[in-house]
């Protein structure tokens, strides 16, 4: 083969790849809870499809998988589909931040759907939508404020 032949074979892989990352964006994701009194807070980042439906979990906040049923319309989904391919992590006490990294299918941008923070905390108010952001490469780049045990949410594309 010669050399021209290997370079357009290994231009065409390249670029074949490079299509099939960019399918999704990595992005940071900065958490501000309010100075709220009690125990952690679970807490679930969905992706709701432009009808209002759940489409899936991006990450749950809170690793002890008996009180995911506090997280109430969020369970509904999980008991159909407690297989979820989210990351997990610890929940987050009041005043406290967590940062950490979510992906983002690049095909639900600008396209109606939205990011919903679904909150819970031990004996205290359930909230829906603490936050929830339009999933539009504006509002993923602004900060959004919450309802209830979040103060704010932030984004940065990595």
């Known amino acids: 083969m010669n050399f021209l032949v290997r370079l ?18 990595k992005y940071k994701c900065m958490l501000q809870m309010s100075n709220y009194v009690g125990e952690g807070a679970y807490i679930v980042v969905s992706v709701i499809d432009p009808k209002g439906n759940y489409e899936s ?24 589909r407690p297989n979820i391919s989210a990351k997990t992590g610890a929940s987050v006490t009041g005043g406290d931040r967590s940062i950490t990294t979510m992906e983002i299918d690049n095909a639900k941008l600008n396209k109606g759907y939205k990011l919903r923070f679904e909150t819970s905390v031990e004996n205290q108010k359930y909230h829906v939508t603490d936050v929830e952001i339009p999933l539009t490469t504006e509002a993923l780049s602004q900060k959004a404020d919450g309802k209830g045990y979040i103060r704010y949410v932030r984004f940065s594309k990595i």
Do not use: C, H, I, R
């Not at 231009?11 to 999704?24: D, E, G």
């Open 57 to 80: 979990t991006l990450y749950v906040m809170g690793d002890d998988k008996q009180w995911y049923n506090s997280l109430k319309e969020w369970y509904k989904v999980y008991q159909k």
């Open 8 to 25: 357009t074979l290994v231009l065409a892989l390249a670029l074949s790849f490079n299509q099939a990352s960019a399918q999704s964006s």
